[in-house]
């Protein structure tokens, strides 16, 4: 007779467990759904971002997170619990897009919060486009501004390495994916992305000591994820839409709605941004 014991609840909780090889076990699967051995650019949509993937271009594989190892639906409002395999013009080449991403204030772990960046490296992503909303530090970023990361502060006192994984971060944001970004929309400002472990906003107080720290973006993703993707050679562009002015920046009190109405207003920026830098990696 044979037992069959129910799937674990988070396939990272073993620490004997090798992440990387969960992750060829996903892209593998991604390959066999989507019909194409590799791909070639990866996006994560952030908050905000959810409209601008039917504007890089044709979706020709939709999967569920759930059918993928490692993935879970979303647990974000507004975030699509899928990922697609879209295909970038009439060049055959593929990229794969995120709908959501595990949050570290989920509580899955860091493993669990980088799994989607090194899934894509495994599928053969060479290139991986970070995008998020966030609070703003500027003033002058109304909600609705689309900004390149230069670089960023970790402030979640984590990392997704483990062991004595010494990675260089100079030029995390790849200055070569920033630049074509400009070409496409000169018109983009850049600034130092800030993460905290969330899920609460931060305090006034907080949004003074990130922008004495040099931030001028708030968020409560991308840094761990960035990390993960230089670490397996990916090259990064980190975009983070401002949907909000930062706590005590703007008078008024933040609410997700606010988020995603930016988004909205954001679609028809952010998604031809995207679609011409992905054409163009
Ligand atoms: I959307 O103001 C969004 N995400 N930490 N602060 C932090 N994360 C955010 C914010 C914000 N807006």
Redesign the pocket.
């Given at each position: 007779m044979t037992t069959t014991l129910p799937p674990a609840a988070n396939p990272f909780d073993d620490p004997a467990s090798d992440p990387l090889a969960l992750a060829a076990e996903a892209a593998a699967v991604i390959a066999e759904r989507s019909g194409a051995a590799t791909h070639d650019i990866a996006l994560v949509l952030g908050?905000?971002w959810g409209q601008t993937a039917d504007l890089v271009g044709q979706t020709l594989a939709t999967i569920p997170n759930e059918d993928v190892p490692g993935f879970h639906r979303a647990a974000v409002a507004g975030h699509s619990g899928a990922m697609r395999s879209v295909a970038i013009g009439d060049t055959g080449r593929r990229a794969l897009v995120f709908g959501t991403r595990t949050h570290f204030y989920e509580g899955r772990g860091v493993r669990a919060v980088v799994h989607g960046v090194r899934t894509a490296a495994a599928t053969g992503c060479r290139a991986i486009v970070l995008t998020n909303?966030?609070?703003g530090l500027r003033e002058e970023w109304a909600p609705g501004t689309p900004v390149l990361i230069r670089d960023h502060l970790n402030l979640t006192a984590t990392s997704p390495l483990e062991g004595a994984t010494f990675v260089d971060l100079t030029d995390l944001y790849s200055a070569r994916l920033r630049a074509i970004a400009k070409e496409v929309d000169p018109g983009l400002d850049e600034g130092v992305y800030a993460q905290?472990r969330?899920p609460q906003?931060?305090t006034p107080a907080e949004v003074q000591m990130a922008k004495r720290l040099g931030a001028d973006l708030?968020?409560?993703s991308t840094t761990l994820e960035a990390i993960a993707a230089r670490h397996v050679g990916l090259e990064i562009l980190g975009v983070s839409l401002v949907?909000?002015l930062?706590?005590g920046i703007s008078p008024t009190a933040?609410s997700h709605e606010e988020?995603l109405e930016a988004g909205q207003a954001a679609a028809a920026r952010c998604g031809r941004l995207l679609a011409e830098v992905v054409g163009r990696i």
């Open positions: 908050s905000g909303g966030c609070g905290f969330g906003y931060e708030v968020g409560m949907t909000n930062a706590a933040l988020v």
